[in-house]
């Protein structure tokens, strides 16, 4: 797997301190079937290397355009495009997003989710999933990158995707 500044991509899928390989490894193939690029920000719950976490993308990692950012705060420091912050805690629907090219989805840590006072900075750019939350209090994390991604990527008529 080799890092490269992502360049053209309709979207940027952002993993803020992800803590379990194979769900980064499942959104990193996700990457791959759609060039949306891929960010890591550390602290990462597992090494790059890891095992599981190429198992989980199994042959696709050259087909990833991947920045790994040192911090969030180093993130939001260089990032000069629309961002969307999903959350539990958020009180808009994703699917009322006015999505565009270029935007970055910013997924929060498994355990943790976003912080709070990056979700309060940003009131008009967080999202949630709607469910039904006497049943569960979060879906996985791989499976809500897919969910508003392909939400995200239909807005957009799927670009360069047949």
């Given at each position: 797997?080799r890092?490269r500044?992502p360049?053209?991509?309709?979207l940027?899928i952002?993993?803020?301190?992800?803590?379990?390989p194979p769900?980064?490894?499942n959104?990193?193939r996700?990457?791959?079937?759609?060039?949306?690029?891929l960010?890591?920000v550390?602290?990462l719950g597992?090494?790059?290397g890891?095992?599981?976490?190429?198992?989980?993308g199994?042959?696709y990692?050259d087909a990833v355009?991947?920045?790994?950012h040192p911090s969030?705060?180093?993130?939001?420091?260089?990032?000069?495009r629309?961002?969307w912050l999903?959350?539990?805690?958020a009180g808009?629907?994703?699917?009322?997003?006015?999505?565009?090219?270029?935007?970055?989805l910013?997924?929060?840590k498994?355990?943790?989710?976003?912080?709070?006072e990056l979700?309060?900075?940003?009131?008009?750019r967080?999202?949630?999933?709607?469910?039904r939350?006497e049943?569960?209090?979060s879906l996985?994390?791989s499976?809500?990158?897919?969910?508003?991604?392909?939400?995200?990527l239909?807005?957009?008529?799927f670009?360069?995707?047949?």
């Amino acid at each position: 797997m080799r890092e490269r500044a992502p360049s053209g991509a309709p979207l940027h899928i952002v993993l803020v301190e992800p803590q379990i390989p194979p769900n980064t490894g499942n959104v990193a193939r996700l990457c791959a079937a759609t060039g949306c690029a891929l960010h890591l920000v550390e602290p990462l719950g597992f090494s790059i290397g890891d095992r599981e976490l190429k198992r989980a993308g199994l042959d696709y990692w050259d087909a990833v355009a991947l920045t790994v950012h040192p911090s969030l705060d180093a993130f939001l420091a260089t990032w000069r495009r629309p961002l969307w912050l999903l959350s539990t805690r958020a009180g808009r629907a994703y699917a009322d997003a006015d999505f565009a090219f270029g935007d970055a989805l910013v997924f929060g840590k498994e355990t943790a989710g976003l912080p709070a006072e990056l979700l309060e900075a940003h009131p008009t750019r967080a999202l949630r999933i709607p469910m039904r939350g006497e049943a569960v209090r979060s879906l996985n994390l791989s499976t809500a990158v897919g969910i508003v991604a392909y939400a995200a990527l239909a807005r957009l008529r799927f670009p360069g995707l047949a």
